[in-house]
């Protein structure tokens, strides 16, 4: 196979931490463990660089610049400095909403499950801001709200969201403020998974997700939104995946890979390594974690081009610098290492 995956180094984090509880950015790998231990770690030795104390380790963390935040489950909006891991503030109150999505200056959470509506935080202060969630009332559980840099058509780039809900077939960009700079109508609802990513990335600044089982369409900061494929058979509530002209789709039956410019489909059904868990774009492919531990890279013909099998299931999957891929599980992170050609840029 020409292309190799191999585990750089591994950390076991002593309790099964959540799946959203590590994010990464470029130098910088933040994951929390141990019950109530959040760190920072170097991507490429795995060597800590500090630790802080927190609530619990089922949380979510996203790095924002010079700033790491994290949600514990508890319901504590932390902010520490990524660089030293000084606590910078702490906002309590925060139950049960489990996204965070950094827009400009301003933190959104909210929106998982339906559970709470999306307020928003100052990043500064942790202070509580004035929010219109208005557009997005009875919209359900929503998506992430997935964070761009929108550029209309007469004005400077500006920060917003993209916002998506299971009750409204339709996609909002919206500032931070809760306003609705624009919306496009879909043909269905936007599919997403529970607690994971709900856009894929592309090289190019396109985002791609799924609307309904079947329909895939991208986002673009000029062009707005646009059908990508339709697919003949539902697809499981994961992102696509896109890299230039080749699309990576997820089945219950396995695999499709497609040339969206020409319609040539390759289906790849000779996997037995159970469900997919999760993917990740790498040099020569993307990256699919299954079920059994197996991690297979699919090129854009449709072969396996590298396999490697761990000891124990990863969960998610998360992109790193220089052909670093990480991976948490149950208990453990790992770090695979392949090619160090660029595919995609960290967000």
Known sequence: MGQSVSVLWSRPLHLSSG??????????????????????????SGVQLWEQCVEDCWGTAVIAGECCLYLSQAGV???????????LWSTPGMSLRHYISVSGSAVLLGGWR???????????????????????????????PQPVRWRPEHDSAADAVLIAGTGLPKLLMMAASGAVLREWTLPAPVVFPDAGDSYGASNDGRFTFLSGRRTVMTFHPVRGVQVLWHHERDLRPQAPIL????LWLVEDAGITVID??????????????????????????????????SLVTIDRAGNVVARIRLSARVDRLVPG???????????????????????????
Request: glycine letters at 12%.
């Open 19 to 44: 799946l959203q509880a590590m994010a990464v950015a470029s130098g910088s790998l933040v994951v929390a463990e141990r019950h109530s231990r959040l760190v920072r770690l170097d991507p490429r």
């Open 77 to 87: 909006l932390h902010c520490f400095d990524l660089d030293d891991g000084q606590r």
């Open 114 to 144: 339906g559970y709470h509506p999306l307020i928003r935080v100052a990043l500064a202060d942790g202070r509580c801001l004035p929010f219109d969630g208005a557009a997005v009332a009875g919209a359900g559980p929503l998506a992430w």
């Open 243 to 246: 890299h230039g002209d080749t």
């Open 260 to 293: 969206v410019s020409h319609g040539a489909v390759t289906a790849v059904r000779h996997l037995p390594h159970g469900v997919v868990l999760a993917s990740a774009l790498v040099s020569g492919g993307v990256l699919f974690a299954f079920a059994d531990g």
């Open 321 to 347: 610098n220089n052909g670093l891929t990480h991976a948490i599980g149950k208990g453990h992170l790992v770090t695979l290492e392949g090619p160090t050609t660029a595919t995609a840029p960290l967000l």
